[in-house]
């Protein structure tokens, strides 16, 4: 009971004048959180409208200018006329496109056959595969990078796409996190497809692999960007520029100081390299969102 | 239709022996429930007749053809599981379909059966449904179309009915049964529900400890159980258990809460003195004026009838069960009818008859 003396009518009135502050405080927020995030993206991309001069003056301009026609083509068929010819935007682009997803889809399958085994298979030697396996996960690409390198150069794969490719692809997250999805799928479907007359090879395709479309998802959209992402190993294992990626060749495109970078160039060749990982979420995510509200175990 | 045979089954998972040889013959069409509390090897029995364990030793035969080392799909069965297992990515319809896609059928005969068995089973609108959009009642009647399409030689049911609310449950119960008994597809039904074990099976497996204790029909389960555990399992309440010794030359008992009773079926074998116990069913206890004097602790008033526990003066617990409403007073007379006692060896807990 309230006290005396105060009236109901007085207390909604408190509650929703509460309700409005918290609401105004909230939203106050998420705005600041917006704009701490959206602003150097914002940058970049007013940056890639305006010419070289406007952005070498050292003015950032806030506003879109009107070079942006001409800063995208000279990105995309030439990478700029800077200090660093860089390759042209097309060619870096179609590089890391097949990298990340020769890396993703590698990765997913490896995975997906090798929890397979772990999980619904008794082999001699199972578990010592398993632990083999998690212990990679304390042996990222930096630390084994020179043994690495000496194995790509022994086996005549530098500068190659599969040189590019292969030492990322061995991994344990994705094998592991397809065992702990497997070891959640109840025994009797494995039962039921046993009476059902399915095999090994038909119990994966026809039933485990459908019911794990939502995890593949959700992993190719987190391993394509790991590997669009990647900087060290291209850097190290590519120097020809006909298989440089574009996070390589944006990098080189930045001098140190003794020419003038073209800023307005390497902006609209940042915007371009952004686009494939955004598009990868965008439409992905639509996919595995389908994907967790329509499955059910 | 097919006949089943069990011989000699026995399985050890490490050093526990779980099931410790039973044998079983299942005539054609005939619907044989396996009845027992949790950890009885139950379960264990059905998934080695289904092929998803391997028995340590003994062998299955289905219509005379050894399966022992066969796979599940080769052994021409059907199973339904307790959580249905049907696979949520694929329609009603291709659920009911998948078994016999990978068998080869050609596709004109797997619609002709599929629509068959939904018909029979009233899912016709169902076919193009995802399970998690159907009921639980409705996922029962799919698993059940699932087994019905493969036309197998004999259905397994994994407590089917145990993931069912309890009106649906004795519904669904009285739909197995009429299927079966029209299909008359010989099956072995796994439950730990007595009732369902009563109204269901042709015959009972009373399984306790890996050991079959009893395989008779469920009427003579209820009225001639082979051992204490049986008597005790089967009935509700459960039947009560009364000390006593052989006297009177095996005609009577010497009850250790007092009274002798003279055996209504004639005398039975064993040294005088020798240890009983004593069964007797609630419902078959009767009340009066005279009697043993029985204090009541609890008093459960079902509506027709009338649940009543106490303890006679030695100690012994007795639970009665009267027609109508409870007697007034914190204390009744009973007596207990020669013609309606078991009498078993207190030493193995057999059956001990005339």
């Given at each position: 009971m309230p006290a005396a003396g105060i009236d109901d009518a007085a207390l909604a009135a408190a509650t929703l004048r509460r309700q409005a502050w918290d609401r105004r405080l909230t939203h106050l927020w998420l705005i600041l959180g917006v704009l701490v995030f959206a602003f150097p993206v914002w940058i970049t991309l007013v940056g890639s409208t305006h010419d070289a001069s406007t952005i070498g003056r050292g003015d950032v301009p806030l506003l879109p200018g009107g070079q942006a026609i001409a800063n995208y083509t000279a990105a995309w068929t030439s990478g700029g006329e800077g200090r660093y010819r860089a390759s042209p935007a097309s060619l870096m682009l179609w590089n890391s496109a097949l990298m990340a997803l020769l890396i993703a889809v590698g990765k997913i399958t490896i995975s997906l056959l090798s929890a397979y085994a772990v999980v619904f298979f008794q082999f001699p030697g199972r578990m010592l595969a398993f632990w083999t396996i998690f212990l990679t996960?304390?042996?990222p690409v930096e630390v084994r990078i020179i043994p690495t390198y000496q194995v790509i150069v022994s086996l005549d794969l530098f500068n190659s796409m599969a040189g590019l490719t292969i030492p990322l692809i061995a991994s344990a997250t994705a094998t592991l996190l397809f065992r702990q999805f497997f070891l959640t799928i109840p025994d009797e479907y494995v039962e039921a497809a046993k009476i059902d007359g399915a095999g090994p090879v038909r119990f994966f395709r026809d039933i485990l692999l459908p019911l794990s479309v939502t995890n593949i998802a959700a992993l190719f959209v987190i391993l394509f960007i790991y590997g669009w992402n990647q900087y060290l190993w291209p850097l190290l294992v590519v120097n020809d520029r006909g298989l440089e990626t574009i996070v390589v060749g944006l990098a080189k495109m930045i001098g140190n100081g003794d020419a003038q970078n073209e800023w307005n160039i390497i902006m609209a060749m940042a915007v371009l390299a952004l686009l494939p990982p955004v598009l990868v979420v965008v439409v992905m995510q639509r996919w595995f969102i389908k994907g967790l509200t329509e499955t059910e175990k | 239709m097919a006949t089943l045979d069990v011989a000699g089954v026995t399985k050890s998972f490490g050093t526990t022996q779980v099931l410790h040889g039973v044998d079983l013959t299942v005539a054609d069409g005939e619907m044989i429930v396996i009845v027992g509390a949790s950890g009885c090897g139950k379960s264990t029995l059905l998934r080695i007749v289904a092929g998803l364990e391997t028995a340590t030793t003994g062998r299955i035969s289905i219509a005379g053809r050894d399966v022992t080392g066969l796979e599940p799909a080769d052994r021409d069965i059907a199973m339904v599981f307790q959580n249905y297992a049907l696979y949520p990515h694929m329609t009603v319809g291709q659920n009911m379909a998948y078994g016999l896609r990978i068998r080869g059928l050609p596709k004109p005969e797997i619609a002709q059966r599929v629509t068959e068995a939904a018909t029979l089973l009233g899912i016709e609108s169902l076919l193009d449904r995802r399970p998690r959009q159907l009921s639980g009642g409705q996922r029962q009647r799919v698993a059940m179309g699932r087994a019905i399409?493969?036309?197998?030689?004999l259905f397994l049911f994994d407590e089917p009915l145990s993931n069912l609310d309890a009106k649906l449950r004795v519904q669904m119960r009285a739909e197995i049964r009429r299927l079966q008994r029209r299909l008359g597809v010989t099956s072995l039904f796994v439950t730990h529900d007595q009732t369902e074990a009563m109204t269901l099976g042709d015959r009972l497996v009373v399984m306790h400890a890996g050991h079959a204790a009893q395989v008779a029909t469920p009427m003579e389960v209820w009225a001639r159980p082979a051992d204490t555990y049986v008597a005790g399992f089967i009935g509700s309440p459960a039947m009560n258990f009364l000390a006593g010794t052989l006297a009177d030359a095996g005609q009577a008992v010497a009850l250790a809460a007092g009274p002798v009773l003279r055996f209504a079926d004639g005398p039975r074998p064993g040294p005088e003195g020798l240890p009983l116990t004593i069964g007797i069913r609630p419902e078959h206890i009767e009340a009066g004026a005279s009697g043993l004097t029985l204090p009541l602790d609890l008093v459960e008033p079902l509506g027709s009838e009338t649940v009543l526990h106490g303890r006679l003066p030695n100690g012994e617990a007795l639970t009665v069960k009267l027609a109508g409403p409870a007697p007034a007073g914190p204390a009744i007379q009973v007596t207990l009818p020669a013609a309606a006692l078991h009498v078993f060896d207190a030493a193995s807990g057999k059956r001990l008859d005339r």
């Open positions: 996960l304390m042996l | 399409v493969r036309e197998p030689k």
